[in-house]
């Protein structure tokens, strides 16, 4: 059989016949795949690699109809997310959007690296798995062409004053005073959230990193963003509920 390599991360997972897995990976090399780990429920050496959200250097055969786990060497470590809930929860997110985003072995560009840098972040117990969530979804929103509208309102076209506005996911963006209003889909902006998702959408991480994001604050920033993906993927997202259901 043919043979090819990839860095892999386990998005998904399934249980398969006796011992089998099949894992849905995204690669670095070939977008996203599926892929059949044969004894993987059985060999203890493997198991670790294989885990989800794990990262490994992987050879894959050409397989009938899936290919096939050849070898698997790991690379880095998930364990601190395994142990605790909210990162669980938030790197389920970051897998089911991944997964949902992507068509089979269509690679987007920088999509690989940008998971890999926020499965370690999130991994690393320093930091606050929703502030890193709220990041990775800005940045995603970014790489795929949704980045909300934060300095011209959506409607009339209007520059953004620095003033609390409302979110709409319809039309993609923070409403001015005059066209938002509180029974339209959506949520509200306070100043400080326009603020910090404007500093979000310039990709200024330094800056974001050294911020101090009040649960009012990440909770009207994640309304945003979690809105406008759902609404662009025009699907509701399993995973934010398991999320939610942690914060
Ligand atoms: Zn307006």
């Known amino acids: 059989m043919p043979t090819y390599e990839a860095d892999a991360i386990v998005l998904h997972r399934l249980d398969y016949g006796e011992a089998d897995r099949i894992l849905t990976l995204l690669t670095r090399e070939h977008g996203k795949l599926a892929a059949i780990a044969k004894g993987a429920r059985k060999g203890k050496a493997r198991t670790g690699a294989l885990d989800l959200f794990s990262r490994s250097h992987m050879m894959l055969a050409k397989g009938h ?9 790991r690379r880095g470590d998930v364990r601190h997310i395994s142990g605790d809930l909210q990162r669980t929860a938030s790197a389920c997110l970051v897998a089911e959007v991944v997964d949902k985003v992507l068509e089979d072995r269509h690679p987007v560009s920088d999509l690989f690296d940008l998971v890999v840098v926020t499965l370690d972040r999130l991994n690393g117990l320093s930091r606050s798995p929703r ?6 979804l800005m940045r995603i929103l970014d790489l795929l062409g949704y980045q909300p509208q934060l300095l011209d309102c959506p409607s009339c076209s209007r520059p953004l004053p620095e003033a609390a506005g409302w979110f709409s996911p319809l039309l993609g963006g923070v409403l001015c005073a005059t066209c938002g209003a509180h029974d339209q889909a959506g949520s509200p902006v306070s100043v400080n959230s326009l603020k910090v998702l404007r500093l979000m959408a310039a990709g200024d991480g330094e800056v974001y990193d050294r911020l101090r994001l009040s649960e009012a604050l990440l909770h009207e920033v994640e309304a945003a963003l979690e809105g406008q993906l759902e609404y662009h993927l025009d699907r509701r997202l399993k995973s934010l509920d398991f999320l939610r259901s942690t914060r």
């Open 65 to 73: 109809n899936l290919d096939v786990v050849a070898e698997v060497q």
């Open 131 to 136: 502030a890193e969530t709220a990041w990775f």
